[in-house]
């Protein structure tokens, strides 16, 4: 059934109403309506059915229809078809409308499709009262017809009007039903445009802010990495400067100048290691999830300090962008804690549950000032990430007793809120 469906042409261009003019099928019926009307006037005028034995009723219908065929033609292009038309476009449809029941003397289903086209301009250009008026006046004229006919019965008349006025009637009906979904078509490709448009703002500005945090996190690597290796580098200048100028009256001293040297090298090598292990990304060797965490805590495991990671629970579905939230709260808590807590043993705690996700990490080192760490660039930076997801990010300390830092975020992504202007 849905091939089948599938398989249909879009005919919306060839029904639709554009600005003020008529759908394009309304062309067709139109000039193959006049062209069938023309075929039968020749045909009768051949046959000479009309005017050869004196002017009956019926013959002067005949002629007057075939002359209303003219004007009905010559209008036709000219026609408004929209209420906001120049007022002789309007004049000249209703001029049409008024040729369209000439055209009905001499009967025939063109001319009826003609009087349809006509029911269809009176809707477009004077709304759905003129429509029903004209609809109407359809109707009458038809029985008006029947009744002067004196070979017809007074039931064939009313018989007739009221079919020619059901007929506009529904022909009315099914109009209003193509102009609103022309209507509805024109608004959603408006809504499809404006869409597409929000659509290239939005990527531009997520561009905006990735090349942003891109740029914020640079900087912070940046003064992190010359708080850390540039101090390293500096003292270890100072001490083989120093080396260099006692080499010769105190040697002992320049030694120890040297082996100090080379054990700050060692440190900011190994300061170093971190910041490259710091900067990996979430997938490392195909690793996702739990893996990828598991993975990370073991690059910053040493003989000292020791990491220990431990998962409670089952890993839930989670979104690829909470999952690089953890990852990144796991790389600042490891960094931190190696960097300033001169600790023996981290932590990790990965606690599952199907509503939620919460990560623990927390050393036994010297601890900090909770004050000074709640200002610091990391945790701030930690803490936006986890508003972007839903998250919380906690941290506890006191001097002398470790730290402990604390992200909760949720499974399922929240939507964001409207806005309400």
């Known amino acids: 059934m849905r091939s089948t469906i599938s398989s249909i042409p879009d005919v919306s261009d060839w029904v639709e109403f554009g600005e003020d003019r008529p759908p394009k099928v309304f062309n067709i019926f139109f000039w193959a309506s006049a062209a069938i009307n023309a075929l039968i006037y020749m045909a009768a ?8 034995e004196g ?3 019926g013959d002067v219908f005949f002629f007057v229809s075939v002359f209303a065929l003219v004007p009905g033609c010559l209008l036709w292009p000219f026609l408004a078809w929209g209420p906001c038309a120049s007022l002789w476009r309007r004049t000249a449809s ?16 063109a001319a009826l499709l003609i009087a349809g086209l006509a029911v269809a301009n009176a809707l477009a250009v004077f709304g759905p009262r003129g429509g029903i008026f004209y609809a109407v006046a359809v109707g009458l004229f038809h029985f008006t017809l029947g009744v002067i006919n004196p070979g017809q ?21 099914v109009l209003t039903a193509l102009a609103g979904a022309s209507r509805r078509a024109d608004r959603t490709r408006r809504l499809l445009a404006d869409l597409e448009q929000a659509h290239a703002e939005l990527r531009r500005y997520a561009a905006q802010t990735r090349d942003l945090t891109v740029a914020e996190e640079r900087a912070r690597i940046a003064r992190d990495m010359h708080d850390s290796i540039g101090h390293y580098l500096t003292v270890i200048n100072m001490g083989l400067a120093n080396a260099q100028r ?8 320049a030694w120890d100048e040297v082996r100090q040297a080379k054990e700050l090298t060692l440190e900011a090598l190994a300061d170093t290691r971190r910041w490259v292990r710091a900067l990996k990304p979430l997938r490392m060797e195909g690793r996702t999830g739990v893996s990828a965490l598991r993975a990370l805590a073991d690059s910053f495991g040493s003989a000292d300090p020791r990491v220990a ?3 409670t629970g089952a890993w839930p579905d989670v979104h690829e962008s909470t999952e690089l939230v953890l990852y990144r709260v796991l790389q600042e808590g490891l960094t931190n804690a190696l960097r300033h807590s001169r600790a023996y043993r981290i932590e990790v705690l990965l606690e599952c549950s199907p509503e939620r996700v919460v990560m623990t990490v927390s050393d036994d080192g010297e601890g900090a000032d909770p004050e000074s760490v709640s200002h610091g660039y990391g945790l701030r930076s930690l803490r936006e990430r986890l508003d972007t997801v839903g998250g919380e990010l906690f941290t506890t300390s006191e001097p002398g007793q470790g730290f402990r830092l ?9 939507a964001p809120q409207a806005v309400i202007r």
């Open 45 to 52: 005028f051949r046959a000479g059915r009309y005017g050869t």
């Open 94 to 109: 209703a001029a049409f409308l008024a040729t369209s029941l000439l055209l009905m003397l001499a009967g025939g289903v």
């Open 55 to 57: 002017w009956a009723l």
């Open 309 to 311: 990671f431990t998962m």
């Open 406 to 414: 604390c992200a909760a975020l949720p499974v399922h992504r929240p």
């Open 246 to 253: 006692y080499r010769e009256t105190r040697p002992e001293e």
């Open 153 to 173: 019965p007074l039931v064939s008349a009313i018989v007739n009007g009221a079919v020619v006025l059901l007929l506009c009637l529904v022909i009315l009906v």
